[in-house]
């Protein structure tokens, strides 16, 4: 568009760089967020750099096989691996400390509904 409107070679590729800038900043949060975070998760036996390298190598090696294909594939498996992880989270919380019930004492006269309209929700 920006060839065909103002018939300039230079200014098409100032706005591509222009376009493509925030991408570079994007993807460099992005990796340095997966190393520190695979640093964290394994308590520092895996090196930053390492982990960073591991995870573009990942990254690389899905847009080269699958495309876009691959990149919508992993978002899917990413997002079902969180789903996952807090349904995990949740009954592990539950298991561990009880439910939101048997957090509050047995004769907890304001475990329930809040209603503070004065009309009664049960009777009719």
Known sequence: FITDRYRSRL?????SLCTC????????VQFVSMAELLQGVTQGAV?????????AVFVLAMETIGGQHGIVL??????F???????ALFVLLSVRFGTMADLAPA?????GYVNQT???LLSS
Do not use: E, N, W
């Not at 800038?21 to 460099?28: K, M, R, V």
């Not at 992993?74 to 997002?79: A, L, N, T």
């Not at 004769?107 to 475990?111: H, I, N, V």
């Open 107 to 111: 004769g907890c006269r304001s475990l």
């Open 81 to 87: 691996a969180t789903i996952f992880g807090l349904l």
């Open 21 to 28: 800038a925030p991408q570079f900043f994007f993807l460099t």
């Open 47 to 55: 090196p930053k750099v390492a982990a960073l390298i591991v995870f």
């Open 118 to 120: 004065g009309i009664s």
């Open 74 to 79: 992993s978002d899917s498996v990413q997002g």
């Open 11 to 15: 200014l098409r590729v100032l706005s």
